[in-house]
């Protein structure tokens, strides 16, 4: 019996978005087409991918697509009249009504309009957590409330039927030796994650004289990131690593961290404080966005609050808690969910 045949259309191919399409491939029993687009000039990306794929994809529609929100599911199902018929699921690692727009770039309602336009003309929808989706349905009724007229105020209440949750699944990384109270910090170091914030932790538990390690990971910008400059000025001597890593350093430095730090503005699922939560590291993050969802409340600090991230490390530094459990997020038992969702989407009657 020949396997169904699925195109997965990934707009903005990375990190997470190359991991997860890469898990789906590697895990699931179908034929797979995988159609990417780089992880760069976004703006071009979120509005051109149909023009990128107008001779790439094959003339014979597939048994079903997935796309990631980054995908104009709505005007390619409009230059391709063939695939309104091909079930579709859209799958929202993130959404652009909750995702900050630094004061270097054009804030405009257009990705926002195609993440709309891709979700009325997705069969099912799917988000990575509750933060993810209720934050994009409330958007959508904040954005109708701004338009000057003929805007439906109901979107959300059209879209929640066919809204599903389904996390990005997690790779579970064994734990190593633990003993040298090692702090990590594996994000970007860029505005939508506050590194400021940290780097303030960091100098005040300096100061304080505390006893800890780091492990500075994460992609750099391209220009100087002056929150890395602080901590390496204030903490110099408790520097392990400084580095964007390889996978397999990478792995190596999760295992050994005790603490691991979030101080991001957004965040909707949080894969690089779930990695390390799965290696044993005790996650310290904002009391709000994602978090909330998934760690109890002993594990979460006020938003922003530098000073009370630094007393809470502080207090951690000398009896580390254990990490709390995450086994809803771990491979394992997401691989039942992710191929009952595509069973689904291929033998619905739309």
């Known amino acids: 019996m020949s396997r169904a045949r699925i195109w997965l259309l990934s707009a903005y191919h990375a990190d997470s978005h190359a991991s997860w399409s890469d898990w789906l491939i590697d895990r699931l029993p179908f034929e797979w087409q995988l159609f990417s687009l780089p992880g760069r000039h976004f703006r071009w990306r979120i509005r051109g991918n149909p023009i990128a794929w107008l001779d790439r994809l094959p003339a014979t529609p597939p048994d079903a697509i997935?796309?990631?929100?980054?995908?104009?599911?709505?005007?390619l199902r409009g230059i391709r009249a063939d695939l309104c018929a091909t079930p579709s699921l859209l799958y929202f690692h993130e959404n652009q009504f909750a995702y900050p727009v630094s004061r270097d770039q054009h804030d405009s309602i257009d990705p926002q309009m195609v993440q709309l336009f891709s979700a009325l003309a997705a069969d099912r929808i799917l988000f990575n957590s509750a933060w993810n989706r209720d934050s994009f349905l409330d958007g959508l009724t904040t954005l109708c409330r701004m338009l000057p007229d003929h805007c439906p105020g109901d979107l959300g209440r059209r879209l929640l039927p066919r809204s599903g949750l389904l996390p990005v699944p997690v790779t579970p990384i064994a734990p190593a030796g633990k003993n040298g109270r090692l702090i990590l910090w594996n994000h970007r170091w860029e505005y939508d994650k506050a590194p400021?914030?940290?780097?303030?932790?960091?100098?005040?538990?300096?100061?304080?004289?505390?006893?800890?390690?780091?492990?500075?990971?994460?992609?750099?910008?391209?220009?100087?990131?002056?929150?890395?400059?602080?901590?390496?000025?204030?903490?110099?001597?408790?520097?392990?690593?400084?580095?964007?890593?390889?996978?397999?350093?990478?792995?190596?430095?999760?295992?050994?961290a005790e603490i691991v730090i979030s101080t991001a503005q957004h965040e909707f699922q949080g894969l690089a404080i779930l990695e390390a939560v799965s290696a044993g590291a005790a996650p310290l993050v904002p009391d709000a966005l994602c978090y909330v969802e998934q760690y109890p409340q002993a594990y979460r600090y006020p938003p922003g609050n530098a000073d009370i991230l630094a007393l809470q490390l502080e207090q951690w530094l000398a009896q580390p808690p254990p990490a709390p459990d995450i086994s809803p997020f771990l491979e394992q038992n997401l691989r039942a969910p992710w191929l009952d969702a595509f069973e689904r989407l291929l033998h619905s009657d739309r």
């Open 66 to 75: 997935v796309a990631t929100s980054m995908v104009d599911l709505a005007v």
């Open 196 to 256: 400021e914030v940290f780097a303030e932790a960091i100098e005040l538990l300096s100061a304080r004289g505390a006893t800890f390690q780091l492990a500075l990971l994460g992609r750099r910008p391209r220009s100087a990131s002056a929150a890395l400059d602080r901590i390496r000025t204030a903490a110099a001597d408790r520097i392990l690593v400084d580095a964007e890593v390889s996978a397999p350093e990478y792995r190596h430095w999760l295992a050994r």
